[in-house]
């Protein structure tokens, strides 16, 4: 199993977040990691998202990302991925942040997302 990756100081979260639960289909863009799932956001920004996933990812994974309910697809990075269980247990969940290749080009069906 992969071990979790952490926030470092460059990799500070921009924009405000806002929680919100949209369905995607994540597919690794990595040769040497099979995973292709639906998953599903906790929380948004112009910037990336954060997400529930049954495992953790090394940090700069690509992932591509089909928004289910407007059919875009757009490809990110990861930054972080925290077990979502307390330590000593066995982790099956992760939330998992990612940075956008192109920040504001997706549309996450949040009417009043901040631009910055």
């Not at 991925?81 to 996450?108: Q, T, Y």
Request: glycine residues 8%; hydrophobic residues 40%.
């Amino acid at each position: 199993m992969l071990a979790p990756c952490l926030i470092n100081s460059k990799e500070r979260r921009r924009g405000q977040r806002i929680p919100s639960s949209v369905l995607l289909f994540v597919v690794s863009l990595d040769p040497d990691l099979a995973f292709c799932e639906r998953c599903q956001t906790v929380e948004v920004n112009h910037h990336g998202c954060s997400f529930k996933a049954p495992q953790p990812f090394k940090h700069g994974t690509r992932l591509r990302l089909g928004i289910l309910h407007t059919g875009q697809v757009t490809t990110a990075r990861v930054v972080y991925a925290f077990p979502l269980e307390p330590a000593g247990r066995a982790v099956k969940s992760w939330i998992v942040g990612l940075e956008l290749d192109k920040p504001g080009h997706v549309c996450w069906g949040v009417p009043s997302l901040p631009q910055s």
